[in-house]
């Protein structure tokens, strides 16, 4: 995953997925809190059942993914909650300190005996510095992996419950190392192009989860996963209940990878339709001062993005999760066509959304007859029984 996002990266294909900016002070209040970390959120204490990893996202305070399985397991569950790049949920613990440090020590480089980098750049010809990669993240991922086999032994751990997987790998080959269950719960859209779940002709995959809780009965197939992982359909509870519509209503959903594209769409769309009123909703990674739009394009930054969608009549966007879950509030759908569009080929496709390859196009955007298929009615309580 690092490889391909430094890839497009250096390409000019896609932005920075999730830029993250800090000054000294930040940088200096992190090492602080992670040094009082060490006293507070020492998650070796206490004695647990059951390990819960959240997704660092958390609008308004609430992380969404894994609210409703952390009220089923109680007590009973370790909650390991990173404060690296966000804040980490009330009486969550964490090991920041070690996984700053043990990514801090390592050589500048590496041999590539293999001659990956030198492959990579014949077939893109994009240079990537692969030792200089594998030299900061081999040693770190073996490291946490050792420290992490010794936290899921002290506390006799059963089942871990992951967001995120393929970016906490250390903690699912631990786990695996010691036999124990992996259930990774879904938080994005998956398709044939996504690094993380994507294996054509499902070979086995080292370090996988056992197990992936998906929103809707779309994401078990739209992908080759790798060999051995079952699904599971558990729902969506956090998506808001229905309200009235705003006719004219159309939002933009933006992303760091193609943010700036998107925003000339979204005053090509302006100026075509000078009856809607454009929103340019920045992702929670961007930064409001990133972007300058032309008049008719207002920028969106406050609120929740899904009670947002809810009031929506249309949306617009590129590969982002949200073009889903805006489908299962009732907007009617369009994709831009810039890179990563064809992950909503296959909504495409059935007629679930448009590509609007003509700006006066928005307003034949179709809604989706069968949103239930992306996110079902939750069924968590039949998987977790209640503590």
Known sequence: MRVFHELTRRSGIHGIPHPVRRSARDKLGLVGRHVAGLATRNPFLGRYSSLVVPHPRKPDGVEIYTAELRSLLGPSALILDSGINGVPLPGSRNLDFFTSAFGAVHPRSVDDPLGIAAALQELTGVSVPIGALLAREVPKHLRLRALYRKLLRRHGIKTVYVVVAYFHQHIVGAARDLGIRVVELQHGAI???????????????????????????????????????????????????????????????????TGADLLHVAESVARANPALRVLFRLHPSEHAADYTPAPGVELSTSGNTLDLLARATYQVGVSTTALFEGMALGCRTAVAPLPGHEYLATPITQGHAILLDDPTHLPQAPLCPTPTIYYAPTALTHLIPPP
């Open 191 to 257: 398709s044939p192009f996504h690094l993380g779940y994507s294996y054509p002709g499902r070979p086995m995959v080292a370090d996988q989860p056992d197990e992936l809780w998906t929103f809707g009965s779309y994401w078990s197939s739209v992908a080759d996963l790798p060999a051995g992982m079952q699904t599971s359909v558990v729902g969506a509870p956090y998506l808001p209940a229905p309200v009235p519509k705003d006719p004219s209503l159309a939002v933009f959903l933006s992303q760091g990878t």
